[in-house]
């Protein structure tokens, strides 16, 4: 691992350097991120009565919810590809893959700001750390669907492996939202009390628990959020329907690989103001 030594001038002046030493650091932040990431695995619901179940307990509750309000004719979502439980659960698992990238960068920076400014650790350990643990938590959660569709009796198309591919760029998306904001949220206590807010208005413009609306005022907002086409793909793959946004989706995966790249220099160069803070 490269010494990481911090100096008044801006890094930014020598771009090529930075760069060179960000690319070492994330190949030799390897090792480290995987304990960090066992470590939090085995303690993550270690004084946890349900354990592991409440990786599931959101997506079941919003399944059964919604299912019986239907029903009952108090929501109507239109129709739907799949049975209206796994289509709630799919999206679930999803949405929640991309809050934890998008949380990962936040609570690992919260969590190990000490151990960063101590030691001669990459910053790049950390996050990877938390991003191994949204992508294996969607494996889990991936568990109940599979479950369900084997309920319900809906077929696995030979599109499910590409599913992949959406979770990838929603982990992407969220990740580089998170870099972005893991640095200010260090700094401020605004964003991590108004981030909370600001899901939760996101989670109602996002096709999660309904399909995409016709064209229109709400229509257009839901179109034009990010996590929509990447969403709404992944879905469909995984359930074997034909994707309806695929032109979208390449154009919003791109996007996100781009902002990751931006998110991961904004996060490199605001260390050493964050780490100042951490020592006080």
């Known amino acids: 691992m490269s010494e990481v030594v911090y100096t008044p001038d801006s890094r930014l002046r020598r771009p090529r350097e930075l760069l060179r030493e960000m690319l070492a650091d994330l190949l030799s932040s390897r090792e480290l991120a995987r304990r960090l990431f066992l470590r939090d695995l085995r303690v993550q ?24 309000a239907t029903r009952a004719r108090i929501l109507n979502v239109g129709a ?27 609570l690992a920076l919260s969590a190990e700001s000490r151990l960063l400014a101590r030691f001669n ?6 996050v990877l750390s938390k991003l191994g643990e949204a992508v294996v938590n969607c494996g889990v959660r991936s568990l109940l669907a599979a479950l369900l569709f084997a309920w319900y009796g809906v077929p696995v198309g030979w599109t499910a492996p590409f599913a992949l591919l959406g979770v ?17 949220g260090a700094l401020y206590q605004d964003v991590a009390k108004s981030l909370p807010i600001v899901t939760s208005v996101w989670f109602f413009v996002t096709p999660v628990v309904y399909p995409v609306p016709p ?62 803070r951490a020592r006080f």
């Open 80 to 106: 739907t590809a799949v049975p209206y439980p796994v289509f709630v659960v799919l999206g679930m698992t999803l949405w929640q893959t991309f809050l934890d990238a998008l949380n990962g960068p936040m």
């Open 45 to 68: 619901y270690r004084r946890s009565l349900l354990g592991a179940a409440w990786l599931f307990i959101p997506a079941v509750a919003a399944a059964a919810i919604l299912t019986l």
């Open 168 to 184: 990838l760029a929603l982990v992407c998306l969220g990740a580089a939202a998170g870099l972005i904001l893991a640095p200010l």
């Open 215 to 276: 064209p229109g005022p709400f229509g257009t907002l839901v179109q034009l959020n990010p996590v929509t086409p990447l969403l709404v793909t992944a879905r469909e793959l995984a359930s074997g329907s034909a994707p309806t946004m695929l032109a979208a989706f390449l154009a919003v995966a791109a996007l996100a690989l781009a902002l990751l790249a931006a998110g991961w220099l904004v996060y490199r160069v605001s260390m050493p103001i964050v780490l100042e």
């Open 121 to 126: 650790v990459a910053p790049e350990a950390i």
